[in-house]
């Protein structure tokens, strides 16, 4: 009977794994895969292991072999990103947002941020930590036609408003953003800028976008999970030593106590794929998307940021009301094996959050599987015939899981047969 119930728990992994590793169009944009190298490192003993504090200053012994892939790992991503600064602890994205707000901004101050209908993250708001911490959220003016930041009337707003911190980047993003200009503003006022660059690190790491760290954002956050494929986690990047110590200070012990050292030396392992793959990976990434973007265009999809070319990043995004709202729209090509969200676009009001007019999709991960140009106008082709000629979701279904047969591998990591390690070598590692 035990066995049975443990049967039943493989199994349910196994489903999940092959479908949607295997047989769907991912098209989740803060999502990625890792490679078989980092998997191999991430499924360590560090797992089972806590490690307090900074490296070879920790409150536990049997760290020395952490202490030093912790430190490789601030090494290396500093080099990768122009960073002086970087503390991988944070857990996620969302916890190096807290841990960043906390320490630049106190109950009752104010931050200027991008509206969430406009795309700034949960934690950016007052539904998420920001809000928890006590800090004022207050609206940065957006231009919604052109999907960018109004930089005029937001220079007037804070010049008026006096905020302690400007929040930049975020969960949808198609275009750069003016942080040196933001930058100047903010030290006139004694404010910080902070850029949320979860989203773009993989093309920032690429050279395919801007880079906010040497831009000037005081604190750069960001997850490691999405455009850069690593596991799971998050980060701080900075070449303000001021603001970055007391960041330190405040990202352990207020916001992880351990830090799930798993996921350091996988971490240097995509950083390392992306120091030696990541500008190919990058630049597919951006044509792959606009590719997308036009394909989607011409099949009769309102597709946001059409002035501008539609997107400079992995995302496109869809105003996707005249066909029954994002909910209605993702929900139906989920039944087609094409995996994408809803989101609130300009326009929506906070009581469509439940159904809001916008889908997002980013080419991330099907970029990473190898998708080129001819593949993104297979994919906006498959979407069309999904929502705008009503195919039988079942055919088109079948039409994906045939498709993805041919994209199995993952690209742009280290040409390394993992088979042929030697037992020892593997041992050592797990
Ligand atoms: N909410 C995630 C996203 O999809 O962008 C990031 O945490």
């Known amino acids: 009977m035990e066995y ?51 490296p070879f200053k920790r409150y536990y012994q049997g760290t020395k072999y952490i202490d030093e892939l912790e ?75 052109e999907m960018c ?32 200009e933001i930058k100047e503003v903010m030290n006139e006022v004694g404010g910080y800028v902070l ?27 960001s997850s490691t999970h999405k455009t850069f494929p690593g596991p799971q986690g998050g980060l701080c990047m900075s070449n303000n030593e001021e603001v970055f110590k007391k960041y330190r200070k405040i990202i352990f012990p207020v916001f992880v106590s351990n830090h799930h050292l798993h996921r350091i030396a996988a971490t240097i392992i995509t950083a390392y794929e992306m120091k030696y793959f990541g500008e190919e990976y990058a630049e597919s990434i951006v ?29 496109v995004i869809l105003n996707v009301k005249e066909f029954g709202g994002g909910t209605y729209v993702a929900e139906l090509l989920e039944k087609c094996n094409i995996i994408t969200n809803k989101n609130m676009i300009p326009g929506d009001t906070p009581e469509m959050v439940k159904n809001p007019s916008g889908l997002r999709l980013g080419v991330q991960e099907m970029t990473r599987y190898g998708m080129k140009k001819s593949e993104m106008k297979y994919i906006a082709e498959l979407i069309y015939k999904a929502i705008i000629k009503k195919t039988d979701p079942e055919l ?22 993992i088979s042929k390690l030697t037992e020892i070598q593997i041992q050592a590692l797990i």
């Open 4 to 54: 049975q119930e443990i049967i039943e728990i493989i199994e349910l992994v196994k489903k999940h794994n092959n479908w949607r590793k295997k047989e769907c169009i991912n098209l989740i944009a803060s999502e990625n895969v890792t490679s078989p190298l980092v998997d191999l490192v991430y499924l360590s003993d560090a797992m089972h292991r806590y490690a307090e504090g900074l």
């Open 71 to 145: 430190e490789k790992a601030n090494e290396v991503l500093g080099e990768l990103f122009n960073a002086k600064f970087v503390d991988i602890r944070a857990i996620s994205g969302t916890t190096a947002n807290g841990a960043a707000f906390y320490s630049l901004a106190s109950i009752g101050d104010k931050a200027l941020v991008v509206p969430v209908f406009a795309g700034s993250h949960v934690s950016h708001t007052k539904y998420g930590i920001l809000g928890a911490l006590g800090i004022k959220e207050i609206e940065m003016p957006f231009n919604g036609e």
């Open 149 to 180: 930041i109004d930089l005029d009337a937001t220079i007037k707003k804070i010049k008026e408003e006096k905020p302690k911190i400007v929040i930049l980047g975020g969960t949808v993003i198609l275009f750069e953003q003016p942080v040196k």
């Open 195 to 221: 850029y949320d660059a979860a989203h773009v690190l993989g093309l920032i790491a690429g050279k395919k976008f801007q880079n906010p760290v040497i831009e000037g954002a005081d604190l750069t956050t």
């Open 287 to 315: 044509k792959n998307a606009k590719t997308l973007a036009e394909s989607l265009h011409e099949f009769g999809f309102k597709v946001l940021g059409e002035k501008k070319g539609f997107t400079n990043t992995h995302q």
């Open 396 to 417: 088109i279904k079948q039409e994906v899981i045939e498709f993805r047969k041919n994209y199995q591998t993952v690209k742009y990591t280290f040409d390394i047969d």
